[in-house]
Each structure stands twice: as C-alpha cells, then as structure tokens.
C-alpha cells in the first residue's frame, strides 16, 4: 500500500551511525557529543523522578519551565512571550518543526527552503502536501541570494525555513541578514519558521540573531529550540518552540494530536538547571576551543574548511585529495580508514556533490586527536 512519502529514505545520519558502530570507528558523523550531560542534571531529573513527577505534565509544559524560557527570551532577545499561550515543550525540535509544518502548509502551498537544509524539512512539507522550492545559498559563506529569494516568493508562498547557527555548514545570519528579510516579508502573510537548535553554539564574539529580535520577524516567527543541543543530551529528545498565540494556538492542536506532551521530570530538571544561565551562557566557548583544537590539528592536511562560525559542525572540502562522489569516499573514509563523517551532497539540491564531508566537533580532545590523526594519514 502507498505511504504519503513514497520517496522517503532512511536518514543519512542513521545510515553513517550504523555503519561507524558496525566498523567501529571513530564517530564524527550523526551531531551529538560523546561526552556526558551534567551530573547536576542527571541527578536532577533522577531527583524530580524520586519526588512523584511521574505522571503527565500539563499539555503545553510546566509552568517553572516556561517561565525560564520566557525569561531567557527577554533577556537575551529582548521579546516578551506569553508564558500561557505562546510556548510549548516539544519531543525534540523535530517535533516542533513537524507541528509548525504540518499546522499550516496547506495542499498546494508552497515553503521556501534554503540549500544546503536540515533533512527534515522537506519530508514535513511533502506530508502535508506542500510544495518545497529551494534557493540555494551562493558562496563561501552561504550567503542568501535576496533576488533569488525575492522571485520564489508569490502567492502561494505559506512559509520560510530559516535555520541559523546553519546545519551544515556552520554558517549563520547576522542582523543585516535579518533586517533584509523583515522588510521583504512586510506587508505579507507569510509565517516564518525559524530553526535555531544551535542558537548558544555560536563563536568568535559573534551574537545570535533570533527572529524573536525582530519585531516584523518575531510576529510571524515560529522559533525551534532544542535542549538536546545545549544541554549534551540528545538521546532525551526535548525541545521547545515558541511563537505569537494566533500560531501557538493551531500549533498546540498538532500536539495534542502527536504526542500531547513530553517528559515531566525532565520539565523539572530544566526548570532548576536553567536558573543559571551560564549553563548555556558558556556553551559557545566551550566548543569554540573544540573546533580550533580539531581545526590546528588538520591544518597541515589536504582537507580545506572554512571555518564554522557556529554549530558543532566543521565542513571540510577533499577535492584536492580525490574526486570520488561525497558518499563513497565518507563510506570509504568508515570501512579503510575507521573515521565517520556525513557526505554534505545529502543537504544540497538534487544531491549535488561538493566533494565535501562533515564533521560535528562535539567530542572529547582525545576523540578530536584520533580523527585527525586518520585525516592527516590520508592527506
Ligand atoms: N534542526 C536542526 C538544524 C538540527 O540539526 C537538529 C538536530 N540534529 C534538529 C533540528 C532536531 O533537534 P532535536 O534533536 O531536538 O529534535
Ligand atoms: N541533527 C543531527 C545531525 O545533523 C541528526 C539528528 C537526526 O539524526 N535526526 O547530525
């Protein structure tokens, strides 16, 4: 029988993650670290487990927790969001992507998306039967191309996918960026949904620039959080959007309907742990000494980056090494040498080959050492 995604695939990430636990190499592909969450946290969550919180939380998530993110908004972003109705806890920022997605692209709409993008866009569009159109970003920098974007947009255009600090390519979009897209989204109805899991990993003194800054943003933005990425537990999938009420309140409805709410001690553990903010605060740093540590020791190599300004991905380019097609060699890279990546193509237009791999730096200085060891063997 026909699913509604005949043409869905298994995720590059699961396919690389097998096949580095199979080869048993060093794993730079799937983005999570192989260092441990906070004891703190842990205990945490065992504490609020310990305390009865066992049972469903409320169905938009704990007030103290909503609170915390409230206020973070405020003061790093200088946006006031109602706590009650303009927040919800979501199973990972995918969840919240999915709800977003799936809440307001219509049959025939049609969902502007940046090249090279997150994987799960595309297949959340095509669910709801939506059409995604690509604009390539250009460049070095992944710039956008604001005459290309200009012309994608028309009536039928529901929604535009942003995503900044950029997976995969560690690029991101600063206020000028922003500013631009304010004014070319004025005077229109289209929502923007703005996917920013890597907001605290950004690097060299730069600053996020959330949509929730911009007030001609913030008032059609629908902004995807994710703990996982911050707090160095991806495994317990728990994120969180955001978004003015007339969106959060047919967002919440898609919730309801897929898992309607997600894990209470969990809920507790952040509402303690996000009383100090330096928890996040510090995050950029710490992964800033990560990507220069792996970058110094890859400097002498074949492999050329260009240096990620945030995530904890560092994009780097083989062509001066071998012209094979991106996933071969990054299965090659696995199977002979014993060193996981992710091959870009799979984020880009049509799959179009780069000749270049990614690798998340979200890992131990001794993690770092080997795979560069493997990189500098091959060049
Ligand atoms: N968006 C981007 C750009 C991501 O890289 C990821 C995670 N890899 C997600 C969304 C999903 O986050 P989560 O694991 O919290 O569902
Ligand atoms: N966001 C992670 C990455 O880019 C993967 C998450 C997933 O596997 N869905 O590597």
Redesign the pocket.
Known sequence: LPSKLPAGKT?I??IM?NLSRKHKTIDM????PNFETDMKLKELVCKAMKDGYNQYPPMNGIPELREQIVAKFDNLYGKKYDETTEIIFTAGA?QALYCAITAFVHPGDEVIVFKPA???YEPDIKLAGGKPVFVQLKGEDFKIDWEDLEQKINSKTRMIVINTPH??TGTILREADMLKLEKLLENTNIILLSDE?YEHLIFDGEQHQSASKFPGLAERAIVCASFGKTFHN?GWKMGYCVAPEILMKEIIKFHQATVFCVNHPMQRAFAEYLKEPEHYLELGDFYQEKRDKFLELIKDTRFKAVISKGTY?QVLDYSEITDEYDVDFSKRLITEFGLAS?PVSVFNIDGKDNKQL?F?FAKTDDTLEKAAKILNRIS
């Open positions: 995720s990430f699961s993650s592909s799937q983005g999570f995918t997150y994987d799960s997976n995969p899991v991806t991905f992710i990614r998340c």
